[in-house]
Nanobody, 123 residues
């Protein structure tokens, strides 16, 4: 069964850290770019970060550069988003998604979506 399942969300204080995971099954994971997207209340969903199939290339939203790091373990069919120095404006539902290259941030090209995990940054 084809699935992307996110985990690791929750409540963090400003300046804190969270690590999101996205586990995949049912498709050829290591053929796909994987993206993390987020949607805050009342806002459009935006791409946060994306990683190439072999994990060598990533690109991220300017506002998270230097704070968020994306990685993947193809042996485990899992991608990670390490989020440090969290800010209240990072509060959103975070989704992982699979896209075939060359697409990485284009939501209309997403093949598979996860169900999302809530991240709340608040004191």
């Amino acid at each position: 069964q084809l699935q992307l399942v996110e985990s690791g969300g929750g409540l963090a204080q400003p300046g804190g850290s969270l690590r999101l995971s996205c586990s995949a099954s049912g498709f050829a994971f290591d053929n796909y770019n994987i993206g993390w997207f987020r949607q805050a209340p009342g806002k459009e969903r935006e791409r946060v970060s994306c990683i190439s199939p072999n994990g060598r290339n990533t690109n991220s939203l300017d506002s998270v550069k230097g704070r968020f790091t994306m990685s993947r373990d193809n042996a485990k069919n899992t991608v990670y988003l390490q989020m440090n120095s969290l800010k209240p404006e990072d509060t959103a539902v975070y989704y992982c998604a699979a896209l075939l290259p060359p697409y990485c941030g284009n939501q209309s090209k997403v093949r598979y979506w996860g169900q999302g995990t809530q991240v709340t940054v608040s004191s």
